[in-house]
T-cell receptor, first 116, second 112 residues
Framework: GAGVSQSPRYKVTKRGQDVALRCDPI?????LYWYRQALGQGPEFLTY????????KSGLPNDRFSAERPEGSISTLTIQRTEQRDSAMYRC??????????????FGSGTQLSVL | GQQLNQSPQSMFIQEGEDVSMNCTSS?????WLWYKQDPGEGPVLLIA?????ELTSNGRLTAQFGITRKDSFLNISASIPSDVGIYFC????????????FGKGTKLTVNP
């Protein structure tokens, strides 16, 4: 696609429910990143993939968070048993080649998650 | 964890004025990046800095990578209304980390 596409744009859920957030990176981009951005803050790294391999998941807050990219393209970030503190904007980014600091990252518009 | 201290938190300026914002860190970074985020959109890369002391320009934007590797600044000259937005600094550490650490942002308002 023309840009990084994320869905849904908004997600409202009740505490305790599971949610799945989808990211469709720019076609052909090797690396895919997930960031979380709280209101008034900068993006916070969660995890990233090169192709289908998850390279670093050190930013995932706890074991309720998981991500996958089974075919090296679309990725899903899953949050189980959501809590109110999970409410934030979840942003996906992709880059043509590995190396977030040396390759231009293209960010999606994000999924705004609200846990009631 | 690593943190970037970005200042000022917000700025209100008149069109045509110059703007300066900066980021500092207690850790050494080997890359500094500056992003701009418009309302409802994701951050967009403005300038990337890869070497200590490097001074790079992109149109009306100028950014520098501090000699100590612990700071960077971004200047915007002759501001225009479309400069409105939130500016983020970001860095990655030595060792080739794929992770970017972001500052909290500087919200810029330009009055016409």
């Amino acid at each position: 696609g023309a840009g990084v596409s994320q869905s849904p744009r908004y997600k409202v859920t009740k505490r305790g429910q599971d949610v799945a957030l989808r990211c469709d990176p720019i076609s052909g981009h090797v690396s895919l990143y997930w960031y979380r951005q709280a209101l008034g803050q900068g993006p916070e790294f969660l995890t990233y993939f090169n192709y289908e391999a998850q390279q670093d998941k050190s930013g995932l807050p706890n074991d309720r968070f998981s991500a996958e990219r089974p075919e090296g393209s679309i990725s899903t970030l899953t949050i189980q048993r959501t809590e109110q503190r999970d409410s934030a904007m979840y942003r996906c980014a992709s880059s043509l080649l590995p190396g977030a600091s040396n390759e231009k990252l293209f960010f999606g518009s994000g999924t705004q998650l609200s846990v009631l | 964890g690593q943190q970037l201290n970005q200042s000022p938190q917000s700025m209100f300026i008149q069109e045509g004025e110059d703007v300066s914002m900066n980021c500092t860190s207690s850790s050494i970074f080997n890359t500094w990046l500056w992003y701009k985020q418009d309302p409802g959109e994701g951050p967009v890369l403005l300038i990337a800095l890869y070497k200590a002391g490097e001074l790079t320009s992109n149109g009306r934007l100028t950014a520098q990578f501090g000699i100590t590797r612990k700071d960077s600044f971004l200047n915007i000259s002759a501001s225009i209304p479309s400069d409105v937005g939130i500016y983020f600094c970001a860095g990655s550490t030595q060792g080739g980390s794929e992770k970017l650490v972001f500052g909290k942002g500087t919200k810029l308002t330009v009055n016409p």
